[in-house]
């Protein structure tokens, strides 16, 4: 395999990952757990921020085209979630300790990028289960970002902190050529 075509390829094994993962579990109506920037944290950790941006931004385009086109602007949230876990891992080994900070910064960043697109675009209503906590939130009296934004760090701080940990699992575990970004 050309070193080359490596982390393209990798990239579109991430884009699959995160939509179908994304998909199983909005299918099954796991509360607080997405999983849909699994393959964008899992490609940045190995290929670094751009090919990182790179899965994120092109899984809500495809996820858009696909199946909604309320998924494409965020992907400037998933851009931002390939960029930071790729210059996280640029300078530290992604293990355990520094996949859970990760997933803590992630679970903050994706809502302060998410919320206002939540917002000016749709009102705060996106479609899913946050939907109901926004609602009620904001028929008690808060202000729509903070009705919209409790619902998505909360949900964040489970779903970022499980991608991260499962990606650091896995990186323990496979062969060392695959997570050093080199052709099998």
Not at 19 to 32: A, D, E, K, R
Not at 59 to 67: C, E, K, R
Not at 74 to 84: K, P, S
Not at 166 to 173: A, E, G, K, N, P
Request: charged share 10%; net charge positive; hydrophobic share 50%.
């Amino acid at each position: 395999m050309n070193r080359k075509t490596y982390p393209f390829i990798f990239s579109a094994l991430g884009i699959a990952i995160n939509i179908v993962l994304g998909s199983i579990t909005s299918m099954l109506s796991i509360p607080f757990l997405f999983l849909d920037t699994l393959g964008t944290i899992f490609t940045a950790v190995i290929f670094g921020p751009f090919y990182g941006a790179f899965t994120g931004g092109l899984t809500n385009v495809v996820q858009g085209i696909l199946t909604n086109p309320k998924d494409i602007p965020f992907a400037l949230v998933n851009i931002a979630v390939g960029l930071l876990v790729g210059f996280i891992a640029k300078k530290k080994t992604f293990h355990f300790s520094t996949a859970l900070i990760t997933g803590i910064l992630l679970a903050v960043l994706c809502p302060l990028i998410g919320t206002p697109i939540s917002i000016y675009l749709y009102g705060g209503i996106t479609g899913d289960f946050n939907d109901i906590f926004f609602s009620w939130l904001v028929q008690s009296g808060q202000g729509i970002f903070t009705a919209a934004f409790i619902p998505r760090i909360t949900s964040n701080l489970i779903d970022k902190i499980v991608s991260t940990l499962i990606v650091s699992f896995l990186l323990d575990r496979l062969p060392k050529n695959m997570t050093e970004g080199k052709a099998i």
